[in-house]
């Protein structure tokens, strides 16, 4: 058997990169977030100070972007620095729909992460990556939970850095975000026809990781881990 290429799409909140590290970790497998890469564009959109699609564009064509494990999870690096801790404030979170909406910016994206799951033995998590970027992956996730749930989990995770932020903002923005992402006109969010939904909203982190491997398991029995 062969190391396999597992898809985990869904809305932002339904734990997509946490259960996909437990499951890149049980499986000794590779984890690409490829979330944090619009995140690390987006936040050097704003650094920067670029504005206008066609400079976003030309900027993010010339980002030279490297992804490698590390302690916490993936660091996304560009031009050499770790960009990982600068990633997930409240700017970069409110604008990220914005940019990974503008088509050049996905094409350049989608070809880093086509490159690194050639091999197989990966776990990628995303919006497209069932759909767009991996269209053949062996087994593909639609993970969900309800607004409430998935807001809930943000609030939590959120409020550690900046507790200035309430609930109802954080369930708020994570609705705006739901609907950017599944509205736009490339690669908007969707389940696969062929992904398998999972509502996680009562299911740990861990269960849902597990639920995952038995997902895998009935569809490759003994696949290389
Ligand atoms: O998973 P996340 O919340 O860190 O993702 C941040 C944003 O990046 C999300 O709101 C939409 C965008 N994104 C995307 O368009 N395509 C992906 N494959 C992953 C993320």
């Keep these: 058997m062969r190391k396999l290429s597992i898809a985990i799409d869904g809305p932002a909140g339904a734990g997509k990169s946490s259960v996909s590290k437990i499951l890149a970790g049980r499986l000794h497998y590779a984890y690409l977030d490829t979330g944090a890469m619009y995140r690390a564009v987006t936040y050097e959109v704003l650094t920067r100070k670029v504005e206008g699609e066609e400079s976003i564009i030309s900027m993010t064509e010339k980002l030279d972007m490297e992804v490698q494990p590390g302690e916490a999870g993936m660091e996304v690096f560009v031009d050499g620095k770790n960009v990982t801790p600068f990633i997930r404030t409240p700017e ?3 604008k990220v729909s914005a940019v990974s909406a503008i088509g050049g910016v996905r094409k350049a994206m989608v070809a880093i992460q086509r490159k690194q799951a050639e091999k197989g033995g990966i776990v990628l998590d995303g919006r497209d990556i069932g759909t767009t ?7 593909k996730i639609f993970l969900t939970a309800s ?3 998935r807001a809930l989990r943000r609030f939590r995770e959120i409020t550690e850095g900046h507790p200035e932020m309430t609930m109802e903002e954080v369930e708020k923005e994570i609705s ?12 908007p969010l969707r389940k696969a026809e062929d992904a398998i939904l999972l509502d996680n ?3 740990t982190l861990e ?3 597990e639920a995952i491997i038995s997902i895998c398991e009935k569809k490759f029995p ?3 881990r």
């Design 222 to 224: 003994g696949f290389d």
């Design 147 to 149: 607004v409430h749930t």
């Design 176 to 187: 705006r975000r739901d609907y950017l992402d599944s509205h736009r006109e490339i690669s």
């Design 92 to 94: 970069v979170s409110s």
């Design 207 to 209: 269960s849902t990781a």
């Design 201 to 203: 909203g009562d299911l």
């Design 133 to 139: 970027v991996l269209p053949k992956a062996d087994v």
